[in-house]
């Protein structure tokens, strides 16, 4: 087959087998680049010979030009699109060294073309890289390129057969694999006097009536004070060793001889005068199909008629494993006839060895003497086996389509031909259907359907070519064949061999999910900003089955800015995305017109939250500042909400497009919230803390006014919250009506008359509450009321902090505030910790001892602005051995307080070295919701896991596995992490426990297990003014198994910033290692210890297991 190479391929062709390249001086040397990082040097004009290892070689050792970047290395340039071959041509020619020819690529391997009267042949074989030899010129090129990156290059090998010319030795007939023979040409080589090898026309011998094939080797560039003397092959892949007969001299410097062999060789040169040659690689022609037709015969069996180039003495076999032989009936040298069974149609592949070499090929035709096509069978099977199983994909003329062969049974009927499966698009919107039959009626005829209902989408009678003028893309396509009557054949008719329906080729599709490429098409991590990708700056997408023109990219119906093609790769593409948020978006191609098969959809990224300014607010609010990523452009787009509540943010204003907005939070009682912003329909992946400061305070109340059996009573304060729904006020235990914030000073309000005390002297209970935005967090004023004036005046009038009984000049301290004038803070500090702790691993040794050790290994505290305040790690690449297992202990590295980081612990037991587990804890940041999950793998235990979070949460909610289905579902927790601080701000106290049952595969319940953390003083409440130096916490696990009870105890201790390093008694667990970390406004020191313990347990399979009721709590027990 005559190819005119295209130019995605002449690089890609790019390992030339045996050429050279010659020349005797240097014309011209140019750097060209850079081409996405890529640089490339040119050389032409009359070198100075040489062979293709020396160009190889003197690629690698050239340096890259001055301004290229570092770890660049030189490779013979392979050069894999038109693209990429132009782009360099017009840099040529922009230098000032005009480059006179117009090349194109296509997928060929090999070949000779003809442009402009300018005749180039490309070859491609086992050496790296590429030379290209132009006839019309008689020069010879190189390219070198300078990359990070190896070229690719084809697996693919050219065997050239020689034609004699005295006139022009270089002058050689090319076999290729469809059989045509075509004139191509190779620089000569042999610079350094090696002899060049060159294989002459393969010739047929007829020895005592038995055909064999002989080869003829052509040797040249013998030295003339040189007489060969013998030349050996020795056959690199059996060893054996034969000589190549009738050695003669053809003419000068030139030796001709012939072998009976297939197969690679090392060839050998000896000379009259003891001088041998080094050894010459040299690979005979493979035995080449180019296509076969067939042809049924009785007995269950087809005729085999296979037509190509070396197929004498070849043996036969079909399947995807070669288990199907062809009974072989004859074979010469371009012809096969044999005979073979043929089950749901064409079982390719066609298996084809002569000697050694064998062939395997999904690329052999199916020829129909009838029509004169040849229909080029691709590969075996479907993609989409949901559809049709054994369907064939065929190839017809440059067209693609999908079949079965003969038949198939769907829903109890015989669909002749069907399984037809087909990414089809036309250029030209027909369809053709070809039947290959041995007769049939004329009104019998092909129906073409798709779809559940099997609409009929096309009818076509034998020998008629029938347009499709409307046509559509379906899923699938069946194809079937009926009787004039209209019934449909249900046993296959003997005259009926098959039939193809003919359309254009293979519909674009994309990739399951979407990726960003590089120019080299490799993948790199996809992130899409709300600005988008804009100009130069662009994202990688890759096309199945692109088209190498007029390719178009749309977002719903509006096109998508393709800014360039990969100039090494026809599927990757590279476009422009507008700006936008949310999601999901659909992304279509069009190549030439066809709609690919599938969209691709994104996402543009959730907003992430930087930084609140102010993080203090007044309670009458305040005007804020948030700097985040991807906030989007338009205010429109934006919601900034305090979670929880019912505020949210007013007068949204864009201050820096995608990365800074404004607003106004409106007045809120005095407590912390989390703030997020959404930015479409998606949340921010974090939140900021915000807090509202400045309690309500109340003053004082007027005298009560009574009016027909109602009381008025007006409260004056500070900061009360106007336009407050919420507000509640109850007069001795009754809700007063007619509630109103008149100001933030004075509330007044109704109450009856007759819950009035008899005597002024006796007081009046009345509670104020506002209500904080947070159902479950009320702030509750109480004081009595007396109906006589009283001038006593609180200390420092309670600092804002508290209301003054005026009666007794007492100062009622609002939550969080204690003394005399309310002046000690006793809330927590603008401190969060963060708990990063390994809380188990388990392993199963070959004496079936379970060892479970307990690392908690790190502690991370932040400040009010987010800063790490502290890290505590332990035990940092320390080993401790039991039972013959060793354990290597956890080094947490510090990461970055915006990053989201998984950390991961692996063993593997002995027992069992395909088994390990893992312990997951992927902390977010700026938060307190931390994701444990610890599951196992095992080929004798069944995954089993527990999920807990770890959440500041007022509610408790459990979402259990379903009972009906153990091994499904998550389990998840929210509850309550208490936090308490003493006035150093030196120690935090948490608790938690969880439990765990594991069942047999018969249900049978054999191991429960518990684990708890506490505090070792069991009567006393958290303090928020601890003197005791040191305190101990004890992490207890009980595991229960068939009879008996193991429980282990681990010892964890508070220390203060005076303390220093202890060593560690590993004999005594009660004896803490002791930590010591430097920190920022706050002494955070843990010390742990660690010890082990066994317990025998039943090796058998798990079943199940059940996790239940994850707790976190404040309790305190004695150790």
């Known amino acids: 087959m005559y190819h005119k190479i295209s130019i995605p391929t002449l690089i890609w062709l790019v390992i030339l087998f045996l050429t050279v390249f010659t020349v005797d001086e240097v014309s011209s040397q140019k750097y060209i680049g850079p081409l996405y990082g890529h640089y490339y040097y040119y050389n032409s004009g009359l070198f100075q010979t040489k062979n293709h290892s020396e160009a190889i070689k003197f690629c690698s050792t050239l340096t890259p030009p001055p301004s290229s970047p570092p770890n660049l290395k030189g490779y013979l340039a392979t050069f894999t699109t038109e693209y990429e071959w132009e782009w360099v041509v017009k840099e040529i020619e922009k230098q000032g060294t005009p480059y006179n020819t117009s090349t194109f690529f296509d997928t060929v391997g090999t070949g000779v073309f003809s442009v402009d009267g300018s005749t180039h042949y490309y070859d491609s074989g086992p050496e790296i890289g590429s030379m290209m030899y132009n006839l019309s010129s008689d020069t010879c090129h190189t390219f070198c390129k300078f990359s990070q990156l190896a070229p690719a290059y084809m697996n693919q090998e050219t065997f050239l057969s020689m034609k004699r010319s005295l006139t022009n030795i270089n002058l050689m007939e090319m076999i290729n694999e469809g059989g045509y023979r075509v004139l191509s040409f190779i620089c000569e080589f042999s610079p350094d006097g090696t002899p060049g090898l060159q294989s002459i026309s393969d010739v047929d011998f007829s020895i005592q009536g038995e055909n064999k094939l002989f080869t003829s080797l052509r040797i040249t560039n013998i030295p003339q004070d040189k007489i060969l003397q013998s030349v050996t092959l020795s056959n690199i892949d059996t060893n054996e060793q034969s000589n190549c007969t009738g050695l003669e001299l053809k003419q000068s410097?030139?030796?001709?001889?012939?072998?009976?062999?297939?197969?690679?060789?090392?060839?050998?040169?000896?000379?009259?005068?003891?001088?041998?040659?080094?050894?010459?690689?040299?690979?005979?022609?493979?035995?080449?199909?180019?296509?076969?037709?067939?042809?049924?015969?009785?007995?269950?069996?087809?005729?085999?008629?296979?037509?190509?180039?070396?197929?004498?003495?070849?043996?036969?076999?079909?399947?995807?494993?070669?288990?199907?032989?062809?009974?072989?009936?004859?074979?010469?040298?371009?012809?096969?006839?044999?005979?073979?069974?043929?089950?749901?149609?064409?079982?390719?592949?066609?298996?084809?060895?002569?000697?050694?070499?064998?062939?395997?090929?999904?690329?052999?035709?199916?020829?129909?003497?009838?029509?004169?096509?040849?229909?080029?069978?691709?590969?075996?099977?479907?993609?989409?086996?949901?559809?049709?199983?054994?369907?064939?994909?065929?190839?017809?003329?440059?067209?693609?389509?999908?079949?079965?062969?003969?038949?198939?049974?769907?829903?109890?009927?015989?669909?002749?031909?069907?399984?037809?499966?087909?990414?089809?698009?036309?250029?030209?919107?027909?369809?053709?259907?070809?039947?290959?039959?041995?007769?049939?009626?004329?009104?019998?005829?092909?129906?073409?359907?798709?779809?559940?209902?099997?609409?009929?989408?096309?009818?076509?009678?034998?020998?008629?070519?029938?347009?499709?003028?409307?046509?559509?893309?379906?899923?699938?396509?069946?194809?079937?064949?009926?009787?004039?009557?209209?019934?449909?054949?249900?046993?296959?008719?003997?005259?009926?061999?098959?039939?193809?329906?003919?359309?254009?080729?293979?519909?674009?599709?994309?990739?399951?999910?979407?990726?960003?490429?590089?120019?080299?098409?490799?993948?790199?991590?996809?992130?899409?900003?709300?600005?988008?990708?804009?100009?130069?700056?662009?994202?990688?997408?890759?096309?199945?089955?692109?088209?190498?023109?007029?390719?178009?990219?749309?977002?719903?119906?509006?096109?998508?800015?393709?800014?360039?093609?990969?100039?090494?790769?026809?599927?990757?593409?590279?476009?422009?995305?507008?700006?936008?948020?949310?999601?999901?978006?659909?992304?279509?191609?069009?190549?030439?017109?066809?709609?690919?098969?599938?969209?691709?959809?994104?996402?543009?990224?959730?907003?992430?939250?930087?930084?609140?300014?102010?993080?203090?607010?007044?309670?009458?609010?305040?005007?804020?500042?948030?700097?985040?990523?991807?906030?989007?452009?338009?205010?429109?787009?934006?919601?900034?909400?305090?979670?929880?509540?019912?505020?949210?943010?007013?007068?949204?204003?864009?201050?820096?497009?995608?990365?800074?907005?404004?607003?106004?939070?409106?007045?809120?009682?005095s407590t912390s919230y989390r703030l997020l912003v959404k930015v479409g329909n998606q949340d921010s992946t974090n939140f900021l803390d915000i807090t509202y400061r400045g309690f309500p305070s109340v003053n004082g109340y007027s005298d009560v006014i009574q009016s027909g059996g109602m009381s008025s009573l007006t409260i004056y304060g500070e900061r009360f919250i106007v336009n407050n729904g919420n507000l509640s006020v109850k007069v001795g235990g009754e809700d007063a009506t007619d509630i109103k914030v008149i100001d933030e000073t004075k509330v007044i309000c109704k109450f009856n008359s007759d819950i009035v005390p008899q005597t002024p002297y006796d007081p009046l209970s009345i509670d104020l509450v506002f209500n904080t935005h947070v159902q479950s967090d009320a702030l509750s004023i109480n004081s009595p009321i007396f109906f006589y004036d009283s001038n006593l005046d609180c200390p420092n009038n309670c600092t804002g902090r508290g209301i003054c009984n005026r009666n007794l000049a007492m100062c009622n301290c609002f939550t969080g505030y204690g003394s005399a004038d309310c002046s000690v803070s006793v809330l927590p500090p603008e401190i969060r910790p963060v708990y990063d702790v390994f809380l188990g691993e388990t392993s199963m040794t070959n004496d079936h001892v379970d060892i479970y050790t307990f690392r908690p290994f790190g502690i991370r505290l932040y400040d009010s602005n987010s800063s790490v305040v502290a890290n505590i790690s332990f035990h940092n690449h320390r080993f401790e051995s039991y039972f013959g297992q060793m354990y290597s202990d956890i080094n947490l590295q510090s990461q970055s307080p915006t990053s989201e980081t998984y950390l991961s612990i692996n063993f593997t037991m002995n027992s069992e070295p395909t088994s390990y587990a893992v312990q997951e804890m992927r902390p977010y940041a700026y938060s307190t919701n931390y994701y444990v999950k610890f599951h196992s793998f095992s080929a004798n235990i069944s995954r089993s896991e527990i999920i807990y979070l770890l959440q500041y949460s007022p509610s408790v909610q459990e979402n259990q596995s379903d009972p009906d289905d153990p091994c499904g579902g998550q389990f998840l927790v929210e509850t309550d992490n208490k936090q308490y601080y003493n006035l150093l701000n030196a120690e935090t106290i948490f608790n938690s426990k969880f439990s765990q049952r594991v069942w047999q595969n018969d249900y049978k319940l054999i191991q429960k297990t518990s684990m708890t953390v506490f505090d070792t003083d069991p009567m006393v409440n958290p303090s928020t003014d601890v003197t005791n130096g040191y305190q101990y916490k004890v992490i207890s696990q009980v595991i229960h198994n068939d009879n008996f009870e193991t429980q282990v105890n681990f010892g964890i201790q508070k220390i203060n910033n005076q303390c220093q390093n202890i060593a560690l008694d590993k004999d005594n667990w009660k004896t803490p290692l002791i930590a010591s970390v430097a920190s920022v406004g706050a002494v955070v020191l843990v010390g742990i210890s660690i010890f082990t313990y066994k317990s025998m347990k039943k090796h058998q399979q798990l079943k199940a297991i059940e996790n239940s009721n994850v707790e976190l709590n404040v309790r305190n027990i004695n150790e």
């Open 253 to 669: 410097n030139t030796y001709e001889c012939r072998y009976f062999s297939i197969g690679r060789f090392a060839v050998s040169i000896n000379t009259t005068d003891s001088f041998t040659y080094p050894d010459i690689f040299h690979q005979s022609n493979p035995p080449k199909p180019a296509y076969f037709s067939q042809t049924a015969i009785s007995g269950g069996f087809y005729s085999i008629q296979i037509y190509g180039h070396g197929l004498i003495n070849a043996n036969v076999k079909f399947g995807l494993s070669g288990q199907v032989p062809c009974i072989i009936d004859n074979t010469s040298q371009s012809y096969i006839a044999c005979k073979t069974t043929f089950i749901n149609g064409f079982p390719l592949p066609l298996y084809i060895s002569v000697a050694n070499i064998s062939y395997r090929s999904y690329t052999v035709g199916i020829y129909n003497p009838d029509t004169k096509l040849l229909y080029k069978l691709v590969s075996s099977q479907t993609e989409h086996s949901n559809v049709y199983e054994k369907a064939s994909k065929f190839e017809i003329q440059g067209l693609n389509g999908y079949m079965t062969g003969f038949y198939n049974q769907v829903d109890g009927v015989t669909y002749y031909g069907g399984g037809l499966y087909s990414l089809i698009r036309s250029l030209n919107p027909t369809a053709r259907v070809w039947l290959n039959c041995e007769s049939m009626e004329a009104n019998n005829k092909v129906i073409v359907g798709s779809g559940p209902f099997k609409d009929r989408l096309l009818e076509a009678y034998y020998n008629d070519t029938t347009t499709w003028p409307n046509f559509q893309n379906y899923p699938y396509y069946f194809v079937r064949m009926e009787l004039s009557n209209g019934q449909v054949y249900r046993d296959p008719p003997s005259y009926l061999h098959g039939f193809v329906l003919e359309f254009g080729g293979y519909v674009p599709s994309f990739e399951d999910s979407i990726v960003n490429y590089n120019a080299i098409g490799d993948s790199v991590p996809f992130v899409l900003p709300t600005s988008g990708y804009q100009g130069n700056n662009t994202v990688g997408i890759k096309v199945r089955n692109a088209r190498i023109t007029n390719s178009e990219f749309k977002i719903k119906d509006t096109p998508v800015t393709l800014v360039e093609k990969s100039p090494f790769r026809y599927d990757i593409f590279f476009i422009n995305i507008p700006s936008g948020f949310g999601g999901p978006f659909y992304l279509t191609y069009f190549g030439e017109g066809i709609r690919s098969l599938n969209t691709l959809s994104f996402y543009y990224n959730r907003p992430r939250l930087l930084s609140v300014v102010p993080n203090i607010l007044p309670f009458y609010g305040s005007y804020i500042e948030i700097e985040g990523i991807d906030l989007s452009d338009s205010h429109l787009n934006i919601k900034v909400y305090l979670q929880g509540s019912n505020i949210q943010c007013t007068n949204i204003v864009m201050v820096v497009p995608h990365s800074k907005i404004g607003c106004t939070l409106p007045q809120g009682a």
